[in-house]
């Protein structure tokens, strides 16, 4: 039987197959069922300090293509931390915990979930592509928390810019890539449900 267990920054993956942060982890109950299917481990949906309002329809087909405007969890970051993330540590995978946005938010969340992080990933989606706020949202969750903290990079141009300035910060591994984004303006369609 081919072994398929991966050791990654410290932590132990029975596989190397983990959901992205999106709607299959939005929540503790989506977590348990991304583990009964088999999931490696699990980061979870991106919360702020703030829940976010996104507008419904927020998924779309569009020919050759789908287009997003979801944002981040749409759940109080009270409720994570008093009942979804203990949902997602029951199930004994490694739990990474998705994160944003800016130093000040992500120092303050990071002490937060420090109980239930195994590690962090923080998106840098909505704080566009200047360097010294990436750089300073993960120099702030380094600082809170032992656990290895990634950063989720977006479809910027300067991308390889922003990957080199994180490495020398410290970043404990990056994540590729987030939505291509924002496509506001674009005709769509929704999805059948
Ligand atoms: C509906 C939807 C919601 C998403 N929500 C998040 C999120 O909360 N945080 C995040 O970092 N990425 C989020 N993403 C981005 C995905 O995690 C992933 O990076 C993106 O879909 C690109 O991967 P793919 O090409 O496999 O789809 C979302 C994507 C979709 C489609």
């Given at each position: 039987m081919a072994?398929?267990?991966?050791?990654?920054?410290?932590?132990?993956?029975?596989?190397?197959?983990?959901?992205?942060?999106?709607?299959?982890?939005?929540?503790?109950?989506?977590?348990?069922?991304?583990?009964?299917?088999?999931?490696?481990?699990?980061?979870?949906?991106?919360?702020?300090?703030?829940?976010?309002?996104?507008?419904?329809?927020?998924?779309?087909?569009?020919?050759?293509?789908f287009l997003n405007t979801e944002l981040w969890s749409e759940l109080p970051k009270e409720q994570w931390i008093e009942k979804e993330y203990q949902m997602a540590k029951d199930t004994g995978l490694p739990v990474i915990i998705g994160l944003g946005y800016t130093a000040e938010q992500i120092g303050q969340l990071a002490k937060l979930v420090k109980p239930y992080a195994d590690g962090l990933e923080l998106s840098t989606h909505y704080?566009?592509?200047?360097?010294?706020?990436?750089?300073?949202?993960?120099?702030?969750?380094?600082?809170?928390?032992?656990?290895?903290?990634?950063?989720?990079?977006?479809?910027?141009?300067n991308i390889q810019e922003i990957a080199v300035a994180l490495e020398a910060a410290g970043a404990d591994g990056l994540v590729m890539i987030n939505s291509f984004g924002p496509a506001w303006e674009l005709t769509w369609r929704p999805v059948s449900p």
């Open positions: 072994k398929l267990s991966v050791e990654f920054c410290g932590l132990s993956f029975s596989n190397p197959v983990m959901p992205a942060a999106g709607p299959p982890v939005k929540d503790g109950a989506m977590c348990q069922a991304a583990a009964l299917g088999g999931a490696g481990g699990l980061v979870t949906k991106t919360i702020s300090v703030q829940p976010a309002e996104v507008p419904r329809p927020c998924m779309a087909e569009i020919k050759g293509g704080v566009g592509k200047d360097i010294t706020p990436i750089v300073d949202a993960l120099k702030a969750a380094k600082a809170a928390v032992d656990v290895p903290v990634f950063v989720k990079l977006s479809p910027h141009t």
